[in-house]
């Protein structure tokens, strides 16, 4: 088992440039997750999914996109990308029931100039 | 207010025991978790407690659950150099579902020899 994947683990954008990150999870979950984690401010949740074809917003969604085409893939995409959005992001899933453990992924890094 | 809240740092010599304490907010949360995230890596689930459970033991780490008070500690026993990382405490809002695991902003624990 692979666990959560993401790629890429890093990345450059300009302002304005647009990018899709890739999260890919073998474990038959059925939600996922997309945060951010900046320094001082711990993890927020931008979206989610309860299951393909379904996302949702979480505290932080604005200038992110999302999709969940399959179950075992969730992708965050940045139409046109700000410093502000220069951080860590984390993909996470999870069981649908039980304890709702989440599993990390190892986070992309993305820098905006 | 709606925040987790953790102590940002905390230091403590090798052999010594560590208590990283943690105050939420939602006296329905089902589950409390300890995440542990180590540099450059994603979040890793170290234990959670059942909200009905006053303590949970696992090897070197004791989890303390006061409800009354909404307070969750983690105590590591015979902290370890390779102990050193950031601790984060969550609550699991509404049962868990949706993405409603609500974080910290971690403590960081340095473990000096």
């Known amino acids: 088992n692979a666990g959560v994947t993401q790629t890429p683990k890093f990345r450059v954008l300009k302002t304005g440039q647009s990018m899709t990150l890739l999260c890919a999870q073998d474990m038959n979950h059925e939600y996922m997750y997309w945060y951010r984690q900046d320094p001082g401010m711990g993890l927020r949740l931008i979206h989610y999914?309860?299951?393909?074809?379904?996302?949702a917003k979480g505290e932080v969604p604005d200038g992110y996109n999302v999709s969940r085409l399959k179950k075992q893939n969730f992708l965050l995409g940045l139409e046109s990308a700000a410093p502000s959005q220069t951080s860590v992001y984390f993909c996470?899933?999870?069981?649908?029931?039980?304890?709702?453990?989440?599993?990390f992924g190892p986070g992309t890094r993305l820098t905006v100039l | 207010g709606e925040d987790v809240e953790q102590s940002l740092f905390l230091s403590v010599r090798e052999g010594d025991s560590s208590v990283i304490n943690c105050t939420y907010t939602d006296s329905s949360s089902t589950y409390l978790y300890w995440y542990k995230q180590e540099p450059g890596a994603g979040l890793q689930l170290l234990t959670y407690i059942f909200s009905n459970m006053d303590m949970k033991q696992d090897q070197r780490l004791t989890v303390l659950l006061n409800k009354k008070d909404k307070h969750l500690s983690l105590r590591i026993a015979d902290t370890q150099t390779g102990d050193s990382a950031i601790y984060f405490c969550a609550e699991s809002r509404y049962g868990g579902s949706q993405g409603n695991l609500i974080f910290g902003k971690g403590t960081k624990l340095s473990v000096k020899p």
């Open positions: 999914s309860v299951g393909e074809g379904t996302t």
């Open positions: 996470a899933s999870s069981y649908l029931r039980g304890s709702f453990e989440q599993f």
